[in-house]
């Protein structure tokens, strides 16, 4: 499948999805897994590549993480949480006695187009329902060579911030989700997003009404946020690998800090936590407040989490 979005200069971005591997209706609960994964594996990426790392990894039949990161001047503790994910992913083999060696698909791995991932990946996502939709496009090469078995990590790296901030800032953060339709008339990127919807089965073909499939994605979008929320982190990560940890104690004039989008952390925390905080309500907080005495029950329930409360609103 084959999604155009026409630029201005009439050349055409191109968001290509494998027929096979879809979504279906079968593997629904994979969905926030299916966004994050991908999202911080092509994140990850990209940073060991502009490190240097893949390179040290394809040139070497078996290597250590002491050698990578002698070689290349790299933090080991960093590196180490980068090498585990690939692992992880069966891209990179763990050997013990701390060898590793290339694994399965990880020639496939190192083909993707980094290029066009950084770029994507500098764009401030947070903003993104804000811009022009050609300008947005237009920073992004799309096309690439076929990748079949990193594909969707591929595909879900592009669709998650979209996705996630479509739901938190058009179609709202409202717990009972029951949105049919997707509703993009205040964005930009309505017409691209769209095309996106329907070429993937979310949306009704020529129409916004949203499939099940489509529904399920946006109301369980955000709990794949907390993930997505640390992209400025992520856009800094080949710096990080290189020693350079300021962004975590960096502030802006306002005093928020710059390595995280908090606002979506918050929300997306809520969010992932609702059915554990429903369990905590129908059991728990069932048994301590209406089998016991008044004179023995709680005076209050604090929530000294850090989400948004919805903790307290379940209970409530």
Known sequence: MVIMDRRPSGKAAVLSFPETERLSSANLMA???????GFTSICTASALAETGALRY????????????CEGLKLQPGYTKSCVHLLVSLDLLVDEGGGGYRRGRDFDDF???????????LSYDFAKVFDQNVNAFFAQ?????PKLPRVQLLLESFYLAPIVIYLRMYVQGTSEAFKTTHLRLDESSLGPSVLAIFQGLGWCADNTSKLTYMGMYVLSTALNAGVPISYYPMFQELPKIL???GSIFAAQEADGHEV?????????????????????????VFNRVFDDQPLED????????????????????
Not at 110 to 120: A, D, G, H, M, T
Not at 265 to 275: E, F, L, P, T, Y
Request: hydrophobic share 40%; proline share 4%.
């Open 31 to 37: 969905v926030p897994m299916y966004l994050q994964h």
């Open 57 to 68: 990894m394809m040139e070497h039949e078996r290597w250590s993480l002491r050698s990578l």
């Open 110 to 120: 190192v083909r993707l187009p980094f290029e066009s991932i950084e770029k994507y």
């Open 140 to 144: 992004i090469d799309l096309t690439g």
């Open 242 to 244: 290189m020693g350079d």
């Open 259 to 283: 390595h995280v989008d908090r606002v979506l952390n918050v929300i997306a925390s809520g969010a992932q936590h609702k059915r554990f905080f429903e369990h905590m309500c129908n059991g």
């Open 297 to 316: 029950q709680p005076a209050a329930v604090a929530d000294m989490g850090c989400g948004d409360g919805r903790l307290l609103l379940t209970l409530y």
